[in-house]
């Protein structure tokens, strides 16, 4: 293979993985709210991890609302959701 098709090849690798959004962590729960994190590609709390927050708030009756996002030091994002 030449040197140009194995960075063609890369390139693409990486475009494939931009376009994939990953399982989202959720890193702290108190039980009056959760934190969901989502990788550096996941700027907005997308439907996943939404789904994530509505699973956890939903084990004790109660249900998910969206509160904020910040970013973290690794390029992560943390999403609040308030247990309602």
Same mark, same amino acid.
């Given at each position: 293979?030449?040197?140009?098709?194995?960075?063609?090849?890369?390139?693409?690798?990486?475009?494939?993985?931009?376009?994939?959004?990953? @399982?989202?962590?959720?890193?702290?729960?108190?039980?009056?709210?959760?934190?969901?994190?989502?990788?550096?590609?996941?700027?907005?709390?997308?439907?996943?991890?939404?789904?994530?927050? @509505?699973?956890?708030?939903?084990?004790? %009756?109660? @249900?998910? %609302?969206?509160?904020?996002? @910040?970013?973290?030091?690794?390029?992560?994002?943390?999403?609040?959701?308030?247990?309602?």
């Amino acid at each position: 293979m030449s040197g140009m098709m194995v960075k063609l090849a890369g390139i693409v690798a990486l475009l494939l993985l931009a376009g994939c959004e990953s @399982r989202p962590l959720v890193s702290d729960y108190n039980g009056a709210s959760v934190k969901v994190q989502t990788d550096m590609f996941t700027a907005e709390p997308g439907e996943s991890a939404l789904a994530e927050a @509505r699973r956890i708030c939903g084990a004790t %009756g109660k @249900r998910a %609302g969206y509160a904020s996002t @910040r970013a973290l030091p690794d390029y992560n994002h943390e999403h609040l959701y308030l247990c309602l």
